[in-house]
């Protein structure tokens, strides 16, 4: 079954606090992604990572880390959660190599940082 | 500065209309052009994608019409259903991007019976 797992789907921090958002997926897939979706915006690529600590920012990184240390997991931290952080993030994969892949969401993490 | 750029937040059809929804785009490189539907409460999932070596690229009630030279795409949606309000995303790549896909800002499709 080709699915992408997201936990927490939904979670309420205060300012300041360390958040941990986790994605999962079965596709053996190589590249996987960090996006936030915000009204009027769309969705921002935040990071990247081609494989296992291959990892790239992407046009909103600041504030975020990331790590990847099994192919099928990739994991959002937020240090020190700050209000304008509040948002729905969606993990997505995709098969490696050139551009023109398909990718994969999960449901969204939907953040509320009060 | 907005790459990929979505010409209306909103649109509403009644049921059985065409529904047309406008994408244009910066970057003379991207070559890949990919549409994204999304539910609400669900991640978007693709619907339709062209690239740039074709100006057309049909799939059902679907159909993506590309100028190159204009640099915008447009969604056609034929007879138009209940069951396809949803959030479209017109999204953009190129070869040299390193896999990066770059979204617009969405359009919210209603369509009325």
């Known amino acids: 079954d080709m699915k992408v797992t997201q936990m927490p789907r939904y979670l309420i921090k205060r300012m300041g606090e360390n958040v941990l958002l986790e994605c999962g997926q079965d596709?053996?897939?190589?590249?996987m992604y960090w996006y936030r979706q915000d009204p009027g915006l769309g969705l921002q690529l935040i990071y990247i990572?081609?494989?296992?600590?291959?990892?790239s920012e992407g046009d909103i990184p600041k504030g975020y880390r990331v790590s990847r240390k099994k192919r099928e997991h990739f994991s959002l931290i937020l240090d020190s959660a700050k209000t304008n952080q509040t948002s729905v993030y969606f993990c997505?994969?995709?098969?490696?190599?050139?551009?023109?892949?398909?990718?994969?969401f999960g449901e969204g993490s939907r953040l509320i940082v009060v | 500065q907005q790459q990929v750029r979505q010409s209306s937040q909103s649109l509403t059809v009644w049921e059985g209309e065409t529904a047309i929804l406008n994408c244009s785009y910066e970057?003379?490189?991207?070559?890949?052009f990919p549409w994204y539907q999304q539910f609400p409460g669900e991640g978007p999932a693709l619907l339709i994608a062209?690239?740039?070596?074709?100006d057309k690229k049909e799939d059902g009630r679907f159909t993506i019409f590309f100028n190159k030279r204009e640099k915008n795409l447009s969604l056609h949606i034929k007879d138009s259903q209940p069951g396809d309000s949803a959030t479209y995303f017109c999204?953009?790549?190129?070869?040299?991007?390193?896999?990066?896909?770059?979204f617009g800002q969405g359009t919210i499709l209603k369509v009325y019976l």
């Open positions: 062209i690239r740039s070596v074709s």
């Open positions: 990572s081609y494989d296992v600590d291959s990892n």
């Open positions: 997505a994969s995709s098969f490696g190599g050139n551009s023109g892949n398909t990718l994969y």
């Open positions: 596709m053996s897939h190589e590249t």
């Open positions: 970057n003379s490189a991207f070559d890949y």
């Open positions: 999204a953009a790549s190129a070869p040299s991007s390193g896999q990066k896909l770059v």
